[in-house]
């Protein structure tokens, strides 16, 4: 008789980006999923930024950040795009931000807080992604991590939607840096973060993980 492993959804849409690695053709795209995040941006780039959001869920920073530029370039506004440009210098499990990406992340916040035509949801996203790299990076990042949690608990709060939940659930699991993002060992850390972020988001009495990631 076969045993059957079932793992979490979080592991079903992550798989496919460590399988393919960010260095595959552009005709791997459709493996991303589907993701949509409401936001003041251009209805005209709404599903660019969605195709972004769902490469920065992946993981692929590199192809995410040219994403986001784009957005940015069709629309110079969208304080969103600004916002996810930023955090694809952000790698939660591996390649710790270098100074240099951390003044181009501070920069790029920098920027999206300048747009005139954001939400209040949309600035906090933003004040949470400045939290991170305050000041280019001042300060240790252990401290920049734990103020960006924080600040992201506080959008949970207020704007607990899908996306709200996955960006706070994420900063619930324990992470340690990883030489390279390898799918096993990922999957491994990410089985031991599913069960931490879920505990803890009970013990807050919290609505509990994610709809994507039950």
């Not at 005209?44 to 920073?61: E, G, I, P, T, Y």
């Not at 939290?131 to 506080?154: F, I, T, V, W």
């Not at 900063?171 to 990410?190: D, N, Q, V, Y």
Request: charged residues 25%; positive net charge; contains cysteine.
């Amino acid at each position: 008789m076969k045993k059957i492993l079932l793992l979490p959804v979080p592991f079903l849409l992550l798989t496919p980006s460590f399988a393919q690695q960010e260095q595959n053709p552009v005709d791997h795209i459709h493996g991303l999923g589907h993701v949509h995040m409401d936001t003041s941006c251009s209805p005209s780039v709404s599903a660019d930024f969605d195709r972004a959001l769902a490469m920065l869920h992946n993981f692929w920073f590199a192809r995410a950040l040219e994403a986001f530029k784009k957005v940015i370039q069709a629309d110079p506004q969208c304080a969103m795009a600004y916002w996810g440009a930023a955090m694809t210098y952000n790698h939660p499990f591996w390649d710790a931000p270098t100074r240099e990406d951390e003044s181009a992340a501070w920069a790029l916040v920098q920027k999206g807080r300048q747009t005139t035509k954001k939400t209040p949801r949309e600035e906090m996203y933003l004040d949470a992604v400045a939290a991170l790299y305050k000041d280019a990076g001042a300060g240790s990042k252990s401290e920049r991590d734990e103020a960006y949690k924080n600040a992201m608990k506080a959008v949970y709060e207020k704007y607990p939607d899908d996306e709200v939940k996955l960006f706070y659930g994420l900063e619930l699991t324990p992470k340690r840096l990883l030489p390279s993002p390898t799918r096993s060992t990922c999957l491994r850390i990410f089985s031991r973060g599913w069960g931490t972020g879920r505990s803890r988001l009970r013990r807050t009495r919290t609505p509990g993980a994610p709809p994507k990631m039950m």
